[in-house]
């Protein structure tokens, strides 16, 4: 590849990434924006797709800022520090509304858009090794496995960072040396809840030593719950809880179990609960919350009636069925991808209200095409796959009434929205 080559970025990527175009064809230029001319040192990465190192910037694109953050440039937890917030804003909303045009679609109605500032992210996963007395957390720059250590983030809430600085000496006597670990900590209901994942201690599993050295890091932390497990994917093994960590979304009281799903800010919570209450319907009826998690919309809808919560992990649904009240919510442990609700079981709502992970619901989607109730409402992180299951609503007779942009992943390539269907 050639040394070093000057390019025009003409677009941003899915990613954020600025795009241009050389005599080889496509470049994907981490920081490029629209405008800028660049020199920059292409190389292939492993998805074999061309990208650049920016090394100066020739001409700056009008919607160049300075980045707030002093980490931003080492730290990869933030993609568009550097665009201007008329610019950002735009990006967002256009990264929604471009992946509903290619499906051919368009709302009868755009929604006033939420845009929610730094600084009040609840949840947070810091990358942390320990080398010697020394301990490095912070965040994965991006396509690197390198750390970067952060001593200030102006995303998470100042509560996380707190317990951060403490952990880097509280940590010592945990981490094993030279092992990369992942540290979760979620700040809800005024305590934290903290999991490790990755080897601990001498042998990489807590033995009686490491269990009394977590008990003192609880109390000198001041961490309600500490949970380890080996990998990502085994379960959770609660090792100290003072406090069960507790939740409250709208009528229901509910116990969190470890790392459970939340919205990443109580202020997206809101502005997604609220839009969705938007569109319920006033008066009284029997409505599904699917992929529920631990019932952050089933709970405000029960004030329009009884609620049936449908979601796949366990944890969740047992701590539904343990929430505070005598709620009409009854919920249901299924996986919503290998068994959608049916036509026959869907058409027993009054509306439905579904908020599938990142890969969407297209399962689901295919039996709601066919089903006669007269309204959906989709929340999704994933604009393209929201897309797509939107199209196969609209084929199947639903009309796209409503769409509402929400960005709570502030300065991040994600963007959330809330939506409505109805039948033509
Ligand atoms: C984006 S989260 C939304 C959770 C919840 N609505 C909230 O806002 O807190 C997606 C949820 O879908 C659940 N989920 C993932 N795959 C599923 C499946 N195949 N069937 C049912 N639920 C699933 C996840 O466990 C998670 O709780």
Not at 21 to 38: A, C, F, K, N, S
Not at 214 to 221: F, H, K, P, V, Y
Not at 343 to 355: C, K, L, P, Q
Request: aromatic letters at 8%.
């Amino acid at each position: 590849m050639a040394a070093q080559t000057e390019v025009t970025i003409k677009y941003l990527g899915p990613k954020g990434d600025g795009v241009g175009q050389t005599t080889r064809g496509r470049i994907y230029v981490e920081g490029g924006l629209p405008g800028d001319v660049l020199r920059v040192r292409p190389w292939r990465a492993e998805d074999d797709i061309v990208r650049g190192e920016i090394q100066g910037i020739i001409t700056p694109s009008p919607e160049r800022i300075k980045p707030p953050c002093k980490h931003y440039d080492q730290c990869g937890g933030c993609t568009l520090q550097h665009a201007s917030p008329d610019f950002y804003r735009h990006w967002k909303q256009g990264i929604v509304y471009d992946a509903l045009e290619k499906q051919g679609l368009r709302p009868r109605k755009v929604l006033e858009p939420v845009f929610l500032d730094g600084g009040k992210r609840r949840r947070a996963t810091f990358a942390c090794v320990k080398r010697g007395d020394r301990i490095t957390m912070g965040y994965y720059k991006r396509r690197s496995d390198h750390i970067t250590d952060i001593d200030t983030c102006l995303v998470v809430d100042p509560a996380i960072l707190k317990l951060r600085d403490r952990l880097k000496t509280l940590l010592l006597p945990v981490l094993k040396d030279g092992r990369p670990t992942d540290v979760f900590i979620q700040y809800a209901g005024g305590v934290y809840d903290m999991v490790i994942t990755g080897g601990i201690g001498k042998k990489g599993e807590p033995d009686l030593q490491m269990r009394e050295a977590l008990a003192t890091l609880a109390r000198e932390g001041k961490i309600a719950r500490i949970g380890w497990r080996g990998r990502e994917r085994d379960p959770i093994e609660v090792m100290i809880e003072s406090e069960a960590p507790t939740i409250t979304f709208g009528e229901m009281r509910v116990p969190l179990p470890p790392a459970a799903f939340l919205q990443p800010t109580p202020e997206g919570e809101k502005a997604l609960v609220d839009g969705v209450m938007a569109l319920m319907p006033e008066r009284k009826g029997h409505y599904a919350d699917l992929f529920s998690g631990c019932g952050t919309f089933a709970g405000s809808m029960l004030a329009r009636g009884s609620v049936d919560a449908y979601e796949s992990v366990d944890p969740a649904i047992k701590s539904m069925v343990k929430a505070k009240g005598a709620l009409p919510l009854k919920a249901f442990k299924r996986d919503l991808f290998k068994n959608p609700l049916r036509r026959d079981e869907a058409n027993r709502y009054d509306a439905i209200v579904f908020d599938p992970p990142r890969a969407g619901a297209r399962e689901q989607c295919a039996e709601l095409a066919k089903c006669r109730v007269p309204l959906l409402i989709a929340v999704s992180c994933n604009p393209a796959t929201f897309a797509r299951d939107a199209r196969v609503l609209c084929d199947g007779g639903y009309r796209l009434d409503t769409v509402k942009v929400v960005d709570q992943f502030t300065w991040s390539h994600h963007v959330e929205l809330v939506a409505s269907f109805t039948r033509k």
